[in-house]
């Protein structure tokens, strides 16, 4: 590409840093392609890791940072240093993210210096320009404040047209016979209409992921029967009266073969679970393993990979958290302090370590 035709793109790039990703992405694929050439899309080039309050990120400032997807290296942070943000989400561009609250403004202002710079709401649109730097944040509409304590758990669509989390009420402990169903919000990005999907009972609902196109959820269930374990189901584009009731079914049940279960996450087609699971293997070695599971019959596919050793902070040996990119090729874990990148055709793993002791949750 000539020196003109590069100026004139970059140029291009900086009048439209709120575009929706697709069109950010073209001009990057641009840059690299040569005439009557197309090379593949290349690796994503930003993630992001959210460290808390006590944790040591960085400087010993917590919070969310935007990181180099190659190296772990820190390019930008959000504002809100001080544990405001309890969940992320990523969506299929690498440019854009969402950010959960964890608490109201009031509570935030109160605390943090840079209360100032969040929007208001429940959550948060995070636009990246094409050298990683935070380029916009924006109220997601339809996600309200919240009134305590705000989802601990976020998935967006690969489009990044709909966001779903669990909703939290107050309990006073294991789900109840007689307390109303558990729900999850599904919220339209672009309209704020929200519609909720309601379980059949009371009971914990964590780790939500959605397929690309957002019509098929999956997440991790903890109630009063024998059905525990990772369950999934269908959703349409709309309900009446905005409450959905289609059935889950259970695809990987808390009793199993692999061992104690870690997070799952739904692949972008929505045919496969991953799913990290712990067991102890031969002379009581620990060993924690990255599973492909079939959402028909909910078989195991193949062990994409496996990790030996334990964390002692961590009840399934030092897994805590499981992004899985929009191209259905990479994994990504956190893990004792570090990230690890996981190549799924292959195995091939690769360390990214980084100054936190632990990041709670991950996204690209």
Do not use: C
Not at 15 to 39: C, S
């Amino acid at each position: 590409m000539s020196h003109d035709k590069t100026e004139a793109a970059a140029r291009t790039r900086k009048t439209k840093t709120g575009e929706p990703y697709a069109a950010a992405r073209r001009a990057v694929i641009g840059e690299h392609q040569t005439e009557g050439q197309r090379l593949p899309i290349p690796h994503r080039d930003y993630l992001i890791t959210l460290v808390g309050f006590g944790e040591g990120a960085g400087a010993g400032v917590p919070g969310a940072a935007v990181r180099d997807a190659a190296s772990g290296k820190v390019i930008d942070r959000l504002p809100g240093r001080m544990d405001v943000y309890p969940a992320v989400a990523g969506t299929g561009g690498g440019r854009v993210f969402f950010l959960a609250m964890r608490y109201g403004p009031e509570r935030i202002a109160d605390s943090d210096p840079e209360a100032g710079q969040i929007p208001p709401g429940g959550a948060v649109r995070v636009q990246l320009d094409d050298r990683g730097k935070i380029a916009d944040l924006s109220t997601v509409p339809g996600v309200p404040e919240p009134a305590r304590i705000g989802p601990i758990h976020l998935a967006a669509s690969a489009d990044g047209g709909r966001l779903a989390y669990p909703v939290r009420r107050d309990r006073g402990g294991a789900p109840a016979a007689d307390a109303p169903p558990s729900q999850i919000s599904i919220v339209a990005v672009t309209t704020g209409e929200r519609m909720l999907w309601r379980a059949e009972s009371d009971g914990h609902i964590e780790y939500v992921s959605l397929s690309a196109d957002g019509r098929r959820m999956a997440y991790s269930w903890h109630g009063l029967g024998e059905d525990n374990g990772i369950r999934v189901t269908d959703l349409p584009d709309t309900a009446a009266g905005g409450v959905v009731t289609t059935p889950s079914r259970l695809v990987i049940p808390a009793q199993n073969s692999l061992g104690s279960l870690g997070e799952a996450v739904i692949s972008p087609d929505g045919a496969t679970l991953y799913v990290t699971a712990a067991r102890y293997g031969p002379g009581g070695q620990p060993v924690t393993r990255l599973a492909e599971i079939s959402v028909v019959d909910g078989q195991v596919r193949r062990i994409a990979y496996e990790r030996r050793g334990a964390d002692p902070r961590n009840t399934i040996f030092g897994w805590e958290r499981l992004a899985i990119d929009s191209s259905d090729q990479r994994a990504l874990i956190a893990y004792s302090g570090n990230l690890g990148r996981i190549e799924l055709s292959t195995g091939h793993f690769t360390e990214l370590p980084i100054d936190e002791n632990a990041a709670f949750d991950i996204a690209w």
